[in-house]
């Protein structure tokens, strides 16, 4: 690796980093006053193109790219910024699909550090984060490119997350789920709160369907905020097709038009999720920009989202999905079931590990009864929960797990206790799925 490329991730990484710490968050340690104050010092690059804005559960990063690859398909220069990444860290800053250069984030590290130490010298709102910096180095990033549309992924809720300083006139909810309950709250309706807190006076809002609680917080903001809102679901429907050598078949019915879509992505919650990408290109399309039913059609056909029920090899059959609480865990289950429930794929072995924070209790009976063992593992990051955690969490049901220390030496074993004509599933954590990923390809 280039040596000044190590020196400029090391200088991100040597702030606080909310992303590897293995305590609780504090709600009181986010501030969007000093991201202000960073960005106005490097002119203000978050408002120089039109923002997408997505938070949520679970899905939102699946949709952010879903977005991103209709625009482009559209003929429009697009930034993607999502998080976490799986493998390297260019994957959160992608324009048009392509990360970012080794030499960019040199550049931007060098432009951004006279103006992070001015801030963090001051320190008049708290000092700056690893997540702010990176934030703020996508943002100049996209103006230093001249994006049109930039599509940004909120981190952690949304109202005080570090994205939310854009004034993005789409403003995305994805499926809403009890998650990060330490500093969100430990309601549906308080984690929708914090997640609608990215509604914009104006804008118009596309909401994934919701339970009840939260779907009333999104609605009374939206009311609250002179916002128009698409609700899927009812606004915008989908039907599925089937599914057909990898790929995903559906029809979605928007507001504008209908479009028959094969989505290279597998996965039944990946449905809802491409219903809602649609409405929000929709709602583009109403505020002017030339994205025609072809450009969404063709901008779903080649999104390439890596980790969410990716088939890493066959023979045997591998699948990996970031599924991390217990609704996605359940959506991993009702997919596995749906698409290999009736295939004679014996034995089927679950590779697990997960970060301290989830909900391990809530993950572990939803995947249990599929599988025919269990091998407990863990990532190399650092808020991964302890393999001897996860054992005893199995226990409770009478599964008692194999062990193993790291993601490649658990894919090893799963390999040699299944043969050719088994199943492995990878999940509870992105950063898990990350690590299998290079023990398959060596790459995301």
Same mark, same amino acid.
């Given at each position: ?18 992303? %590897?710490?293995? !305590? ?23 408002? $120089? ?63 951004? $550090? ?48 570090? %994205? ?45 369907? !919701? ?75 109403? $505020? ?69 924070? $989830? ?67 990878? %999940? ?17």
């Amino acid at each position: 690796m280039d040596s000044a490329y190590q020196q400029a991730l090391d200088y991100l990484y040597s702030f606080v980093d909310y992303e %590897t710490m293995h !305590q609780p968050r504090d709600a009181v340690s986010y501030d969007l006053r000093r991201m202000d104050e960073l960005l106005a010092r490097l002119g203000n690059p978050h408002l $120089k193109a039109e923002s997408v804005h997505i938070a949520g559960t679970k899905g939102k990063g699946s949709i952010a790219a879903m977005i991103a690859s209709g625009l482009t398909a559209a003929g429009y220069k697009t930034g993607l910024y999502t998080s976490p990444h799986l493998v390297d860290i260019r994957e959160r800053f992608r324009i048009d699909s392509e990360l970012i250069p080794q030499a960019a984030i040199v550049e931007l590290v060098a432009a951004l $550090k006279p103006e992070v130490t001015a801030v963090n010298e001051k320190a008049a709102y708290g000092k700056l984060t690893t997540f702010e910096l990176l934030t703020a180095l996508g943002f100049l990033y996209f103006a230093r490119e001249g994006v049109a549309l930039q599509v940004v992924e909120a981190g952690l809720g949304g109202r005080l997350d570090a %994205t939310n300083v854009i004034n993005a006139g789409v403003c995305v909810i994805s499926s809403i789920n009890l998650d990060h309950t330490e500093v969100l709250g430990d309601s549906l309706a308080a984690i929708a709160a914090e997640k609608a807190g990215i509604i914009k006076p104006g804008s118009m809002v596309v909401s994934s369907p !919701q339970p009840d609680e939260a779907a009333r917080v999104i609605e009374l903001t939206c009311l609250e905020r002179g916002a128009g809102l698409v609700t899927v679901g009812s606004d915008v429907t989908w039907e599925g097709l089937g599914f057909d050598d990898g790929r995903q078949l559906l029809n979605v019915k928007g507001r504008l038009d209908s479009y028959r879509l094969s989505l290279p992505l597998l996965g039944r919650y990946q449905l809802e999720n491409a219903a809602v990408a649609v409405a929000a290109l929709e709602v583009l399309a109403e $505020k002017g920009f030339s994205i025609s039913q072809d450009s969404v059609i063709s901008g779903l056909e080649r999104v390439s989202w890596p980790g969410r029920f990716q088939i890493l090899g066959h023979n045997p059959l591998v699948v990996a999905d970031g599924a991390h609480n217990p609704a996605s865990a359940r959506e991993l289950r009702m997919s596995l079931e749906h698409y290999f429930g009736s295939r004679s794929f014996k034995p089927a072995v679950l590779v697990f590990g997960t970060s301290w924070d $989830k909900d391990i209790a809530g993950i572990v009976p939803e995947l249990y009864p599929f599988f025919d063992g269990v091998i407990a593992t863990r990532s190399r990051h650092p808020r991964s929960l302890a393999v001897s955690s996860v054992v005893a969490e199995f226990s409770k049901y009478g599964v008692e797990a194999r062990i193993t220390e790291t993601v490649s030496e658990a894919l090893s074993l799963a390999q040699a206790m299944v043969g050719e004509q088994g199943f492995i599933c990878i %999940t509870g954590s992105l950063f898990v799925v990350g690590e299998a990923i290079e023990h398959f390809t060596g790459a995301a």
